[in-house]
């Protein structure tokens, strides 16, 4: 029974390899990296949103770019992890500067929110985005982690996720 379970085992992390290779071949993103990239997403625009609106709101009586700093060192882990999962993904596929990559990423995260924040009065922007950081900062790392692997048509990830 023992020699079958480990024979068992041993097939399926041979299969799991196949199906990771060819994932990898692709140039698509596995769950985890499209997950990576939502969480990335996520949180430059809360980023932009909380310099937008510190003057105009706060949560709880805390200023919103101070809110959403406290929200970032709290779930800094998740961050740096979904960091690197994307800088490891960019380095499979061959980016020469994996560091610059992501950050180009981000800098175009945080430019899309800003061009809603430039096409509104800061007021309406804030009202309309601003409830953001509050519910953010009520997550705990699970359903921090299930918001970044929720994927919705109007945000579409840089890649395809992978089918197989």
């Given at each position: 029974?023992?020699?079958q379970t480990?024979h068992?085992f041993?097939?399926?992390?041979v299969?799991m390899?196949?199906?990771?290779?060819?994932a990898?071949?692709?140039?698509?993103y596995?769950?985890?990296?499209?997950?990576?990239?939502?969480?990335?997403r996520?949180?430059?625009?809360?980023m932009?949103i909380?310099?937008?609106c510190?003057?105009?709101?706060t949560a709880?009586?805390e200023?919103?770019?101070v809110k959403y700093?406290?929200?970032t060192?709290?779930?800094?882990?998740?961050?740096?992890?979904?960091?690197?999962t994307?800088m490891?993904?960019f380095?499979?596929?061959?980016?020469?500067?994996?560091?610059?990559?992501?950050n180009t990423l981000?800098?175009?995260f945080?430019?899309k929110?800003s061009?809603?924040?430039?096409k509104?009065r800061p007021?309406?922007?804030c009202q309309?985005?601003?409830?953001?950081?509050?519910?953010?900062?009520g997550?705990n790392?699970?359903?921090?982690?299930?918001?970044a692997?929720?994927?919705?048509a109007?945000?579409?990830?840089?890649?395809?996720i992978?089918?197989?």
């Amino acid at each position: 029974m023992l020699r079958q379970t480990a024979h068992f085992f041993s097939v399926m992390i041979v299969a799991m390899s196949v199906l990771a290779s060819s994932a990898m071949a692709s140039g698509c993103y596995t769950k985890s990296e499209a997950e990576a990239e939502q969480g990335i997403r996520i949180h430059s625009e809360l980023m932009v949103i909380g310099l937008n609106c510190s003057h105009l709101m706060t949560a709880q009586g805390e200023n919103l770019y101070v809110k959403y700093r406290a929200w970032t060192k709290t779930h800094q882990d998740i961050f740096a992890g979904y960091e690197d999962t994307l800088m490891f993904y960019f380095s499979r596929n061959g980016v020469k500067s994996p560091e610059s990559k992501l950050n180009t990423l981000r800098t175009t995260f945080a430019n899309k929110i800003s061009l809603e924040a430039a096409k509104m009065r800061p007021d309406v922007f804030c009202q309309h985005y601003g409830g953001r950081i509050e519910r953010a900062a009520g997550l705990n790392d699970r359903q921090i982690r299930d918001w970044a692997s929720t994927f919705y048509a109007s945000h579409p990830v840089s890649n395809p996720i992978c089918t197989r």
